[in-house]
């Protein structure tokens, strides 16, 4: 069937569409990283038009016509063939996108753009109302879209199968409520024992940072030829295309250790992105499978690997080379302490291993009552603030360290927050997985080698785009479904052998 | 008929149209500035797609009826009321793109994309034969595309009129008979004193040079807030839409006034941008004339207002102050005599205001011939090499100081370069035309003041837009027809002033 011709015509047709979505998504890399102020509103007129006429050409009737025709006569192949996982995605994506009236779809394009402006000034003057009548806004249209989208029990859930194919927030909450009072155990612990490790501080030139954050990310594979790095206010990675795969990150003169594990985050985005194949570019098997899973990568480089003891054996002589002077009594144990420090804060980003999942517990409860209609656009400051000090026994100083911190919600990007947490759990998985299949692994880090690491997860995970669902992909990994066991376990090892907990 | 259903129609379609080319825009931006390597062929698929949905929503039946129905309607009419004027381009618009087939503007743009690749290569390794197999391609695809837009005599006239509309190459010969021999007179009188002025030299650092760039053209009304200015192997600027108009720059550490002239020329062109109307965005009355009158405004800027003793009587101290060693025994007479050095040489972009239009003479001559199939693209380096010997006395030494130094057939710019030309000659007569009106005018310049030419230019050119055509907006203004003998007097008395002529 791969030679039939309407097969052939979808595929044509759905790298038209990508190559749209991909021209959005660098405008909003530009909006983020280079565009003047003063460019805001026809920015979203760009976007908003690119964006609605990719979706216009996705919710055609003929082509919903010859993907139902083609699904149905796919219905006895093999179900995880190229041909019936590229009908099924398609058929999804179809199918959501024709619940969606054009006009939505282009107001929340547009509104997003605006609200990303707002936002940012907002969480700048640590001002709420700056950005309070464009949430009021958006989650109105994000409210209006899961009613057209659908759902059962939730309409929550109707956002959430966006990020996280499949996934319901029932799900999401049996794991919470096996996650947090096991965070909760392991945080205590570790606090009674002090907060684990000492903070890194010093002088550490931008420039300097730039040189070893490069180094970083092409040594574990990250190719510059087919990427760049940029400074942002809120560091993203995003896939323009094949052969172009961009992150970002920001600096901290005083704390080298901020941008490094971001770029490494973002350059594990940038792995998966980059080692997509290109060939099927446009298809959905040659797209990610999930938020969930593309985090899995960005915590399994940031954390698993780059929080590691061996990781440093490696990189901490060559961060002394560079700076010499504010790493010069760093002793390799003491650093890595001072990387996993675990310590409660207001910032989700800043966190350590161990309260990360608390931050997205707390955004995954708000957004709940949110969406849910549960609270009102004006009461999230402080219904934010009482959830925090539920969760963290900490006062919440101001909103630009509460609610305003993160750039989800000037996004629209309700059900976004617990794919962060599904990512952690199976990035915990997937690398017991990988150490299974080649236990001399870590060894391989020791000496900066981190081929086989790729290799393994362009096998396993990269190169089957979306062929399975992400707690399908788990499964067929790991040997087990998606539980959250082996994170508490790998956290419970690491605060032994950190603190001796 | 403001208030006429179909012409709100069009209204919204055009500006439609207008926020995809202005994708397509920030895509080339991009490519120039930022885009790694391996992201070029994917690039090509992108702008491809959104050029070729422009014009398929330009080239639409429904679209050409209406056009037809209102531009029937107005023609009684005032010709240059905003009514008229916007029908008389769209329909200029919209005939000229049915004209060509989707197939083929697809292709051009592809095509484009890839030989720009190529020529970046050529160029650094100075081998035609890198670029030669997709010069050939582009100029197949212009001549028909020239078949297909329709020409009388000249099949050159159908590319000079896309960026100089209504202008024709018989007019332009008629220009460059009277022009060159002017040009070599007043060459060889300068000559024969020497080569006018000596070089500027020294050790200028790229940041310093960064600074005072921005603080010239903010002083001369560029809006940063609406702006930026980045590096780039061939400067240009673009206008992403209103609110976002981006200037580029090469830098050179050993001779700052590179840099600085090129932004200066940028900067005029960003004036422009930045001073069409916003409100009337997407439609002919928000938009520039023709590339001539673009050139005429960053000519102004960069030569007569910036090589002038006025501008720098103001300016020379500041540059001081930013490079105090560097600049230290410099004279403003000295200076002003250096920046305007005349001396032949092999590149356009470095040549001084006399010899600059006899590069384009030489292009305009080949053009000509390679576009009426006068000559193959394999020949044009030894085209290139006998013409310049002809027009300069002097052996080209390698394909990059040759045919290989401008970008402009990479994108298959032919018919661009003698708007350069044009744009020199009405710059003058403009200029006379503000004199005329504020008799003080170089005073402002000495004291930094430049926001009363703004406002002229402003007035008298950017409110237009495309109210009137290149030449008729030059007689509005000067009260004469467009000829070279202003400008070659503006040259004379620049010669006479300066070495003594």
Redesign the interface.
Known sequence: MEKNREYRKLCKIF??IA??K??AS??AW?QET??????????A??IS??TA?AHSMLVDEEIGQMIARLYEQAGDMAPYSDLSVNLREWKRSHDQAVRLPEGLVKELSYEKVLAHGAWVKARTASDFSLFEPHLVRLVELSRKKAIYLGFEENMYDALLDIYEPDERSANIEALFARLVPGLKEILSSILSKGSGGSKIAGNFPIDSQKVLAKLMATRIGY??????LDTVVHPFSTR?????V?ITTRWNEKDFTEAIFGVLHEAGHGLYSQNLPAEA?GTPLGDSVSLGIHESQSRLYENILGRSMEFWEYFLPVAKGIFPVALKDMDLVGFVQAINRVQPSFIRVEADEVTYNLHIFLRFQLEKEIINGQIEVHDIPARWNELFEDIFDMKVPDDSRGCLQDVHWSGAAFGYFPTYTLGNIYSAMIFDAALKDMPGLREDFKKGEFGRLLSWLREKIYAQGQRYRSRQLVEEITGSPPDCQCFLGYLQKKAELLFGI
């Open positions: 790298r038209k190559f749209l991909s021209t660098l405008l530009d280079n565009m003047p102020d003063s460019g805001q509103k026809h920015r007129d760009q038009t690119v006429i190719d510059f030829s087919a990427g760049r323009i295309g094949p052969g172009d961009r570019y």
